[in-house]
């Protein structure tokens, strides 16, 4: 019973100290994490196909090149932003432990 006590009591401190160096936290993790909603936004908007709407016609084989064209542009696009992302994601990670350090 006592152990159970003792246990309890020491997750409960635990997961108050937690609690209270989070509280500190909670602007870096706001300013970070919209950064981030921003970057995967952006990225929802690329888009792979290039479905042709204005009025001009395009060959076959035009289509095709215009088709693969696109997609390295939007993939090299796509790692970019996910590098920023990655990087964002670091540096929040960064600020919270050396906040926690301190």
Wanted: hydrophobic content about 35%; some cysteine; charged content about 35%.
């Amino acid at each position: 019973m006592w152990k159970k006590t003792i246990k309890s009591q020491n997750k409960m401190k635990a997961n108050n100290q937690l609690g209270e160096n989070l509280f500190i936290l909670q602007d870096k993790f706001r300013d970070r994490l919209f950064i981030h909603r921003k970057y995967m936004l952006e990225m929802a908007n690329f888009r792979f196909v290039d479905t042709c709407q204005s009025s001009e016609y395009k060959t076959h084989a035009e289509f095709a090149a215009a088709q693969e064209d696109k997609r390295i542009k939007v993939t090299k696009d796509i790692e970019h932003k996910s590098r920023q992302s990655r990087e964002n994601i670091k540096a929040l990670f960064d600020d919270v432990l050396k906040k926690l350090r301190d």
